[in-house]
């Protein structure tokens, strides 16, 4: 589990892990982000995770079983926080 901060370019949230059996990411800040499976992630490409609305953590969430890959993130400008945790 952990935070990355996720800047302009493809950003590396969940590292590869082949004895995963799934992961979650979750925006935890106040701009879009964008999650992929590759790092070819772009703004238009990806899946969308909402901001937050304030503190209160209601940020859009992605979970995934059975993918053992590595998960990227990418916003529009300025950087973003998300949390991710795996099992």
Do not use: H, K
């Amino acid at each position: 589990f952990g935070r990355v901060n996720v800047g302009t370019t493809p950003t590396l949230i969940v590292p590869e892990n082949l004895t995963r059996i799934s992961a979650v990411v979750q925006n935890v800040d106040e701009q879009q982000l964008v999650i992929g499976f590759g790092s070819n992630v772009a703004m238009n490409t990806g899946v969308y995770l909402a901001p937050i609305s304030g503190s209160s953590g209601d940020g859009g969430v992605f979970s995934v079983s059975a993918y053992l890959g590595p998960i990227y993130g990418i916003v529009a400008s300025g950087d973003a926080m998300c949390a991710w945790m795996e099992i």
